[in-house]
């Protein structure tokens, strides 16, 4: 019972792109590892930029944002 968790960053990723990831990653444990698409699950986690740090800063402030606190 293969249980897969994606984390991105809250940034526009659509119901439709988002179903694509969930059959692309159960297809590949069908396929790869010869797993049961009935019990695989794959969670889909999106998270805020300034929720999410890479270096010591946020991707907020890392693309160009705002750093926090200021608005």
């Known amino acids: 019972?293969?249980?897969?968790?994606i984390k991105i960053t809250?940034?526009?990723a659509t119901r439709e792109l988002k179903a694509?990831?969930?059959r692309g990653v159960t297809e590949l444990l069908v396929?790869?590892?010869n797993k049961n698409p009935a019990t695989t699950f794959v969670i889909i986690?999106?998270?805020d930029t300034d929720h999410w740090g890479i270096a010591?800063?946020?991707v907020t402030v890392l693309r160009?944002?705002?750093p926090k606190g200021v608005s």
């Open 1 to 5: 019972m293969p249980y897969v968790n």
């Open 45 to 47: 986690d999106e998270v």
């Open 56 to 58: 010591g800063e946020t």
């Open 20 to 22: 694509e990831l969930i």
């Open 10 to 12: 809250r940034e526009g």
């Open 64 to 66: 160009g944002g705002a």
């Open 31 to 33: 396929r790869v590892l």
